[in-house]
Nanobody
Framework: QVQLVESGGGLVQTGGSLRLSCVAS????????MAWFRQAPGKEREFVAA????????YSTNSVKGRFTISRDNAKKTVYLQMNSLKPEDTAVYYC????????????WGQGTQVTVSS
């Protein structure tokens, strides 16, 4: 059974930093691209960043470019999201997701971790 467990969320002031972690179990992580999404209150879930199975390719939405960095450690079955220069508009529940190589859509989701940025 695939399980993704996020951690690292919390309350931080504007300009601060947080590092989110997502530990995967039940899958061969080297066969999966990984991504972070977020959902703010009253808004739809949106894509934040993704990383290929090898870690050789990363992608992020424009609003976080230059501030957020996605990375992974396949030996630890963990994907990270380093978030710097946080803004109040980054406040959301952040979700980790896994996509098997060669398929479309995300096959598994974590339960989410809350990030709150105070002004």
């Amino acid at each position: 059974q695939v399980q993704l467990v996020e951690s690292g969320g919390g309350l931080v002031q504007t300009g601060g930093s947080l590092r989110l972690s997502c530990v995967a179990s039940g899958i061969a992580v080297s066969r999966y691209g990984m991504a972070w999404f977020r959902q703010a209150p009253g808004k739809e879930r949106e894509f934040v960043a993704a990383i290929t199975w090898s870690g050789g390719g990363t992608y992020s939405t424009n609003s976080v470019k230059g501030r957020f960095t996605i990375s992974r450690d396949n030996a630890k079955k963990t994907v990270y999201l380093q978030m710097n220069s946080l803004k109040p508009e980054d406040t959301a529940v952040y979700y980790c997701a896994a996509q098997e190589v060669g398929t479309s859509g995300y096959d598994a989701w974590g339960q989410g971790t809350q990030v709150t940025v105070s002004s």
